[in-house]
C-alpha cells in the first residue's frame, strides 16, 4: 500500500492506463494512507470516502471502455483546497462563517478535473478565507508538517502542501494571493506553480482579494504540476477575467536542456532577511542552472522593497469589500439571537470571523475610508504600477528570474500569529508576483541543517508558465531534492 | 494620522462588526503598526503614475442575453440558515 502513495500523480496515471492498478486500488490505497496519517498531520477537513469510491469506479468504466485516453491523471486522486467549491460537498474556507455552507455547483476547475477523470479524495485544511501564512487561523485547528510536526506548513493552502509532502494526496489544486501556494511548497518540500492571472477560471473560488486570487496547482514533480495545470487552465466565460488564450500544453516544456536561457537574479534578494543557509542553497542553484548553459545576471529591481506595504493595503481592501457578503442572510452561519436587521449583520459576522479575518476586514475598510483613501489605498496603486513596470525592465533583459521562496524554512508552531508583520515577512518574495499577475512555482533545492526542505522560486512573464516550467524540470532531472526526501 | 480609538469604533461600525475591548486594544496596536509599516511608500515618488488596479488590459465583457437555468431555487434555499416558503427570512425590517 505505502508503496501506491509513494508514486507520482502520472506514474500512477500511467499505471491504471496499462491496466495495472485499478482505480479503486488506488483510491483505497490512498483512503488507508489518509486513515494512518491523519491524526499526526491533519491536513484535509472533509476527506471523502463513500464519493472517491463512487468516482473510482466511474472513471474506470470509462477508462475499461476506451475513453479518456489523452487524460494522464484519469483515476488519480486529488486534494481540493477548501475555498474551492465543490457541488454537493462541503466547503467551509476554513471559517466558522461557512461551516455547513454545502454548494449548488462546481467551480469549473472542479468541473474540468471531474472531466480529466481525476478522484477528488477531500478537502484540505487552509487559513481562515485565506488569510494567514501558517494555517493556524483555520477554525478547524493547524495543519502540521509532515517534515517536523512541531512545524507549520506554511500558508495559507497548508493542508495542500502538507497531503502532498505526507503522500495523501498524489496532487493538489490550492490558491495563491500572496505566496499562498508556494510559500507552503517550499516550507513541505514539494512544487507549488501558481499560473499567470487570468490563465485558470476563478468561477467557484471563493473570493479574498480578486484582483491577486489566481488558482493553481501542487505536486510531488514538475511533469505532476505542469499536467494537472494543463488540464485546469483555459478561457471560461464565467469569469469576465479570464484569458482567451489557447497555449496551455504545459507538457511541451518538459524538455531538456537550457542552453542560452536568461536567468535573472534580482540583488535585492540578499538583504530581505534571508538567512545564510538559505542564502547557500539560492547560491548553489545559481552554479547548477550556469553548469547547465544558463547566462546569469544580477541587477537592481527599483521599488521591490515596497510591493509588501502596497500588498497589504489592496489585499485588505478587497477583502473587506469580498468579505461583506457574510450577512448571515442567504447563506452561512446566523447568529442565534438579534434584535432587528442590523443586529443580525452585526451579530453574525461578530460571532463567526476568527481574529486574522476581522482585522484584515477592519483595515481594508480604514484604507478604503474617505481619510485614507488618497494617500493609502492610492498609494498602493501607484505602488503596484511602478512595480509591474520593474519587472517589465527586468524581462527585456532575461526571461525568467529567479530567487528564493522564502527567507528561513518552516518556523515552529504558534510562533507566528503574535507579530502579523513578522508572519507576513514569510511571503517578502512572493506577494510582488501577485501584484504583477505573473507566473510562478516554487522548487525544493535542499534541505538545512535541521532536515527541512528550502525553496527555490522561479518567475516568468505574463504567460511564460513554459519557461519556468522547462527551467524547473531541468533543475529537478539535475538530481535536486523532490518531495519524497522524507519517509513517504 | 494618528489612530484613535474614535476611529476604531467608526471603522468597526462601517465593517459591521461588534468589538470586545480586548480586541480594539489589540486592533489599536496593530493597526499603529501596520501604518508605520506601508507608511514608506511614501518614500517613493508616484506623483506621474497611474494607479493600477489590474495588470492585464480588461475590457468589458459582453454576451448574448439568453435565458439558462444556472442551477435551481431550492437548492440554493437549502443553505439558507431560515427561509420561509421560498424566500429567505430576514427580521422584519420595514415598521
Redesign the interface.
Known amino acids: 500500500m505505502k508503496e501506491i502513495t509513494k508514486m507520482t500523480a502520472l506514474a500512477l496515471g500511467q499505471m491504471i492506463k496499462k491496466k495495472e492498478i485499478k482505480v479503486f486500488e488506488a483510491v483505497l490505497a490512498q483512503l488507508e494512507a489518509i486513515k494512518q496519517r491523519e491524526p499526526s498531520y491533519h491536513c484535509y477537513i472533509t476527506v471523502l470516502e463513500e464519493e472517491a469510491l463512487q468516482m473510482a469506479k466511474k472513471v474506470q468504466e470509462q477508462i475499461d471502455a476506451g475513453l479518456l485516453e489523452d487524460s494522464p491523471l484519469a483515476g488519480v486522486p486529488v486534494a481540493i483546497k477548501d475555498n474551492i467549491c465543490t457541488k454537493g460537498i462541503k466547503t467551509t474556507c476554513a471559517s466558522k462563517m461557512l461551516a455547513?455552507?454545502?454548494p449548488?455547483?462546481d467551480a469549473t476547475v472542479i468541473e474540468r478535473l471531474k472531466a480529466g477523470g481525476a478522484i477528488i479524495i477531500g478537502k484540505s485544511n487552509m487559513d481562515e478565507f485565506s488569510m494567514g501564512s501558517t494555517t493556524e487561523t483555520s477554525y478547524y485547528g493547524a495543519t502540521k508538517n509532515p517534515w517536523d510536526k512541531e512545524r507549520v506548513p506554511g500558508g495559507s493552502s497548508g493542508g495542500s502542501a502538507a497531503a502532498v509532502a505526507a503522500g495523501e494526496a498524489f496532487f493538489a489544486l490550492a490558491s495563491d494571493t500572496g505566496g499562498s501556494i508556494r510559500q507552503p511548497a517550499a516550507y513541505c518540500g514539494v512544487i507549488g506553480l501558481k499560473p499567470t492571472?487570468?490563465t485558470v477560471s476563478r468561477y467557484g473560488l471563493i473570493a479574498y482579494a480578486s484582483?491577486l486570487d489566481q488558482i493553481g496547482t501542487m505536486g510531488k514533480s514538475v511533469s505532476d504540476c505542469a499536467s494537472s495545470l494543463e488540464l485546469i487552465s483555459g478561457y471560461d466565460?464565467k469569469d469576465?477575467?479570464s484569458?482567451k488564450e489557447s497555449h496551455f500544453q504545459y507538457r511541451d516544456a518538459l524538455v531538456e536542456g537550457l542552453k542560452g536561457m536568461k536567468i535573472g537574479v534580482p540583488k535585492g534578494i540578499w538583504k530581505a532577511g534571508l538567512d545564510p543557509e538559505n542564502a547557500h542553497a539560492i547560491q548553489e542553484a545559481i552554479g547548477l542552472f550556469r553548469n547547465m548553459g544558463a547566462h546569469i545576471e544580477e541587477f537592481e529591481m527599483e521599488?521591490m522593497?515596497?510591493a509588501?506595504?502596497?500588498y497589504?493595503?489592496i489585499a485588505c481592501a478587497e477583502a473587506?469589500s469580498n468579505l461583506?457578503r457574510y450577512?448571515?442572510?442567504?447563506?452561512?452561519?446566523?447568529s442565534m439571537e438579534?434584535?432587528?436587521?442590523e443586529d443580525?449583520?452585526?451579530?453574525t459576522?461578530?460571532e463567526a470571523?476568527g481574529?486574522e479575518v476581522?482585522?484584515r476586514?477592519?483595515?481594508g475598510?480604514?484604507v478604503l475610508?474617505s481619510?485614507?483613501y488618497e494617500s493609502?489605498y492610492?498609494?498602493?496603486?501607484?505602488?503596484?504600477?511602478?512595480i509591474?513596470r520593474s519587472f517589465q525592465k527586468a524581462f527585456e533583459k532575461c526571461d525568467i528570474l529567479l530567487t528564493p521562496t522564502t527567507p528561513t524554512t518552516a518556523p515552529k508552531l504558534g510562533t507566528s500569529l503574535s507579530d502579523?508583520?513578522k508572519m507576513y515577512h514569510t511571503d517578502t518574495y512572493n506577494v510582488a508576483i501577485n501584484?504583477?499577475?505573473l507566473p510562478a512555482l516554487s522548487i525544493p533545492c535542499g534541505l538545512d541543517s535541521k532536515g527541512l526542505p528550502m525553496g527555490l522560486q522561479l518567475i516568468g512573464k505574463?504567460f511564460g508558465e513554459k519557461d519556468i516550467i522547462r527551467a524547473a524540470y531541468n533543475f529537478e532531472q539535475s538530481g535536486s531534492l523532490v518531495s519524497n526526501g522524507n519517509e513517504f | 494620522?494618528e489612530i484613535t480609538e474614535e476611529?476604531?469604533h467608526?471603522?468597526?461600525e462601517?465593517?459591521?462588526?461588534?468589538?470586545t475591548d480586548k480586541?480594539k486594544d489589540?486592533?489599536l496596536e496593530?493597526?499603529h503598526?501596520?501604518?508605520n509599516?506601508?507608511?514608506?511608500?511614501?518614500?517613493?515618488d508616484?506623483k506621474d503614475?497611474?494607479?493600477?488596479?489590474?495588470?492585464?488590459p480588461?475590457k468589458n465583457?459582453f454576451?448574448e442575453d439568453r435565458v439558462c437555468q444556472?442551477?435551481?431555487r431550492e437548492?440554493?434555499l437549502?443553505?439558507?440558515?431560515?427561509k420561509k416558503d421560498r424566500y429567505?427570512a430576514?427580521?422584519?425590517?420595514v415598521e
Open positions: 455547513d455552507y454545502v449548488s455547483y492571472y487570468g484582483s466565460p469576465s477575467t484569458i521599488s522593497e515596497y509588501g506595504p502596497s497589504n493595503i473587506s461583506s450577512d448571515g442572510v442567504k447563506y452561512g452561519f446566523r438579534y434584535e432587528d436587521l443580525l449583520y452585526i451579530k459576522r461578530s470571523f481574529e476581522k482585522r476586514i477592519m483595515l475598510t480604514l475610508s481619510d485614507y493609502y492610492k498609494k498602493a496603486l501607484k505602488v503596484r504600477s511602478l509591474n502579523p508583520l501584484l504583477a499577475g505574463h | 494620522m476611529i476604531i467608526k471603522v468597526a462601517l465593517s459591521k462588526l461588534r468589538l480586541e489589540k486592533l496593530s493597526f503598526g501596520f501604518l509599516y506601508v507608511q514608506t511608500m511614501n518614500d517613493l508616484t503614475v497611474e494607479p493600477m488596479t489590474h495588470v492585464l480588461l465583457v454576451r444556472e442551477t435551481d437548492s440554493v437549502k443553505n439558507a440558515p431560515e429567505f430576514v427580521p422584519k425590517t
